[in-house]
């Protein structure tokens, strides 16, 4: 168990709705980082945040958004969702912000658009 | 374009003998690598990592090598356990960490009895 919760495990939805993930980090980890797992593109680093604000943004369409909390948890919210967007959404966290910073991921959110 | 690459999708290795996994890099700005295991419906898990200022980090049975000049790291993993068959990931950082962790597609490994 890394520390790092995700909720909910799995969701199904239809296309042009919209869905929020939550994150909840390690216990101490200012860092929260956002992955997104498709079959043919593997991990993508999507968007981090540090301490409630946002540090580095990767391969995020505008459909989507991230906040994170004064209590350092996340949210990542995706809409007008289309069926690319089905994939598994990962959830990381990290003491810092620097480059070598070991990141510990979540379990995962399955996330299935019809 | 891939920054990571991991040219075997699968490796098949004898229970109690070396497993060897392989991953080369183009970017010359990264700075620290990972690797990573991850068994089908869970999060990767964190194995072992190494600065760019090394050339060997140990951890028990787990021991990556980086190459800098071939941009080329390894893991080693001794002697091979039925637990260790899981897919796994190598994933880099640069300075600064401002693209996030930039993974590879993953070697799934499967340890034979």
């Known amino acids: 168990d890394s520390g790092v919760t995700q909720t909910p495990k799995h969701l199904i939805t239809a296309t042009g709705q919209r869905v929020t993930l939550r994150c909840s980090p390690r216990s101490g980890d200012l860092s929260v980082y956002w992955y997104q797992q498709s079959l043919d593109q593997g991990l993508q680093f999507l968007i981090q945040y540090y301490n409630g604000e946002e540090r580095a943004k990767g391969n995020i369409l505008e459909r989507f958004s991230a906040q994170q909390f004064p209590d350092l948890h996340s949210e990542l919210n995706l809409s007008s969702l289309e069926l690319g967007d089905s994939a598994l959404y990962f959830c990381?966290?990290?003491?810092?912000?620097?480059?070598?910073?070991?990141?510990?991921f979540g379990p995962g959110t399955r996330l299935l658009v019809l | 374009d891939q920054q990571v690459k991991q040219n075997s999708p699968s490796l098949s290795v004898q229970e109690g003998r070396i497993s060897i996994l392989n991953c080369d890099y183009t970017n010359s700005m990264f700075d620290y690598f990972l690797w990573y295991k991850k068994y089908p419906a869970e999060g990767p898990t964190f194995l072992i990592s190494i600065s760019s200022i090394k050339d060997k980090n140990e951890d028990g049975r787990f021991t990556v090598f980086l190459n800098k000049s071939a941009k080329h790291l390894s893991l080693h993993i001794v002697p091979s356990q039925p637990g260790d068959s899981a897919v796994y990931f190598c994933a880099a950082s640069a300075e600064g960490g401002a693209d996030g962790l930039t993974f590879g597609k993953g070697t799934h490994l499967i340890i034979q009895p």
């Open positions: 990381a966290s990290s003491a810092g912000f620097g480059g070598q910073e070991t990141q510990y």
